[in-house]
């Protein structure tokens, strides 16, 4: 038991921090994982002595350590670099929040000028651009 509690130890998942010259510390982060498997059987016999009866059993177990990305944290801010070739869909996502938020800040800035452009002209053009910035006919 002593032996898992120094696997499951949290320097397994993010390693020892490495300093670079330039004074950014990156931490391997890993992946780990444990599968433990136990069996066993005894057959009854009508014979009352225990030496007779059939015995069956068996054990397995195995432990997997992955490295999954390198935490990057520098002068220019903290980057994950994953190590999968796979697209990150979180990583994206954090990515484009601020387009995000920009796009509906100015969409809601549109809207607010269009409503008041449509009180004077009743929205007469036959091209006119809707608050996703789709043009309509």
Excluded: C, W
Aim: hydrophobic share 30%.
């Amino acid at each position: 038991m002593e032996n898992l509690k120094q696997m499951v130890d949290v320097n397994t998942i993010i390693g020892e921090p490495v300093e670079t010259p330039d004074g950014s510390v990156i931490l391997p982060i890993s992946k780990v994982g444990f599968g433990f498997a136990a069996g066993g059987s005894e057959f009854d016999t009508t014979e009352p002595s225990a030496i007779n009866h059939p015995f069956g059993g068996g054990s397995g177990g195995g432990v997997s350590i992955t490295p999954v990305a390198f935490l990057v944290v520098g002068k220019q801010g903290i980057r994950s670099i994953p190590l999968e070739n796979t697209t990150h869909l979180y990583d994206r996502i954090l990515e484009s929040i601020p387009q995000f938020v920009d796009k509906i800040g100015s969409m809601i800035g549109n809207k607010g000028q269009q409503s008041g452009n449509n009180n004077s002209d009743n929205n007469n053009s036959s091209n006119s651009e809707d608050h996703f910035g789709i043009l309509q006919n």
